[in-house]
Each structure stands twice: as structure tokens, then as C-alpha cells.
């Protein structure tokens, strides 16, 4: 079990470039999740699969943003023309579908910054 | 909706001292509870967790009960260390057609000084 890995670990761009980051989930897990997290709060929600479907988008994942997964493994993650608000931590995790309270494990994260 | 609300941080405690963070939370439907905790520059980990009313989750001596009257799960430690020193957070999910995603309060910065 190496976890859930995510690449790159950073990233720096410029405002109106667009970026792609990728999402390695523990392989039996077929349900896969994209957080953002920004300074001093929480992870908030932006999407999730199960297999290669994707079952729920949130309000602040606005057109600039896409996710697949297309062969219910690995998933991407593009922001097209960056903002600078756009700069934040982007966590993927990923869990079993199963019971209550199932555990959902995270990755350690990519940076972006926009300047 | 579902939401969780964290005591504000940030929390400075000495080493040894006992540490108390409140989370309270709202929920349609019956959820599960978690605390994770994230140390500086990593992702997050889960501390512990507790599927239904009266467990009690533990892990690395902390420790959390759900209760389900007061819609809480309060996260304790008897004897913080210097290395407890992070940023906690408490999360739910509700089975719905398998388990929704996990909603975080807004986290709680704890640190240990020796």
C-alpha cells in the first residue's frame, strides 16, 4: 500500500496559464476525491468518482475547472486560465465504498501558487 | 445541510497540559464522525473516528465520543507532547447510497510548547 500520491507536489504559474495535477488513489479504491484547501481553512469539496464516474460536482468547482478519471484509476485535475484566487492546496483522496464511516485517506497534496 | 463547527484557534498549550477542542456539528441524517490532523506541509491523516452514538474513538492517546444529545464529538488528550503540535480537523459523512463526502469544520491550530 504506497497511499495516495499526487503530482506535482508544487506548482507556480502564471495568471491565464492553465495547469493539470494528477491523483494516484490506493488501487482498490474505487471512489476518488478532489479538495481544495486554502490558508487557515478547511478542505472544501470539489468533486468525486466512483469507478470512472463522476457522481458529484460542487458549486465552487466553476467552468475553469474539469476532473476525470478515466479508466477508474488515476484521475487529473485542470484548471484552465488561472486566477490568482485560484491559489490554494488541491488534496485528492480516496476510500472504499462500503459502510458507514468508511475511511477516506488523503494525499499529501499540490501547491499552486499564481502570481 | 451538513456543517461542522470547531472551537477558533489558535490553541498554545504547555507540554503535558490536557487538551480540550470542541466540535459540534448538524447533519441530515445520521453521520459519522472524524478527527484528522494535519501536520505542517503534509496532507491530512485520520486520528480517529466514530461510526455511531456513544463510541468512542481513540488513537495516539486522544481520544473523542460521539454524543449524539448534545451533537458533539470533542476531542481530548490527557497529556499533550510537543509533537501533537498541528492543525485538527473535525469532519462527517452521512450514509447516503454509500457514505457522502467528508464535510471539515474549519480546523483548530493546536501548539505544544516544552
Known amino acids: 500500500d504506497t497511499g495516495v500520491s499526487q503530482d506535482p507536489r508544487h506548482k507556480i504559474t502564471k495568471r491565464g496559464q492553465n495547469v493539470t495535477f494528477r491523483c494516484d488513489p490506493i488501487?482498490?479504491?474505487?471512489?476518488l476525491y478532489w479538495y481544495r484547501q486554502t490558508l487557515g481553512q478547511g478542505p472544501e469539496f470539489l468533486t468525486y468518482f466512483q469507478n470512472e464516474a463522476q457522481l458529484e460536482k460542487s458549486r465552487l468547482l466553476s467552468d475553469r475547472f474539469s476532473a476525470e478519471r478515466p479508466k477508474g484509476s488515476f484521475s487529473t485535475l485542470e484548471i484552465q486560465r488561472t486566477e490568482q484566487g485560484d491559489s490554494a492546496m488541491y488534496l485528492c483522496?480516496?476510500?472504499?465504498?462500503?459502510?458507514?464511516?468508511?475511511?477516506?485517506?488523503f494525499g499529501e497534496g499540490s501547491w499552486l501558487t499564481v502570481v | 445541510g451538513n456543517s461542522v463547527t470547531q472551537m477558533e484557534g489558535p490553541v498554545t498549550l504547555s507540554e503535558e497540559a490536557f487538551l480540550t477542542i470542541n466540535c459540534t456539528y448538524t447533519?441530515?441524517?445520521?453521520?459519522?464522525l472524524f478527527w484528522y490532523v494535519q501536520y505542517p506541509g503534509e496532507g491530512l491523516q485520520l486520528l480517529l473516528k466514530a461510526t455511531k452514538a456513544d463510541d468512542k474513538g481513540s488513537n495516539k492517546g486522544f481520544e473523542a465520543t460521539y454524543r449524539k444529545e448534545t451533537t458533539s464529538f470533542h476531542l481530548e488528550k490527557g497529556s499533550v507532547q510537543v509533537s501533537d503540535s498541528a492543525v485538527y480537523f473535525c469532519a462527517l459523512s452521512v450514509l447516503n447510497s454509500g457514505n457522502t463526502p467528508l464535510v471539515f469544520g474549519k480546523g483548530t491550530r493546536l501548539s505544544v510548547i516544552a
Open positions: 488501487s482498490e479504491h474505487n471512489r
Open positions: 483522496a480516496s476510500s472504499l465504498v462500503a459502510g458507514a464511516g468508511n475511511t477516506i485517506y
Open positions: 447533519a441530515t441524517g445520521y453521520p459519522s
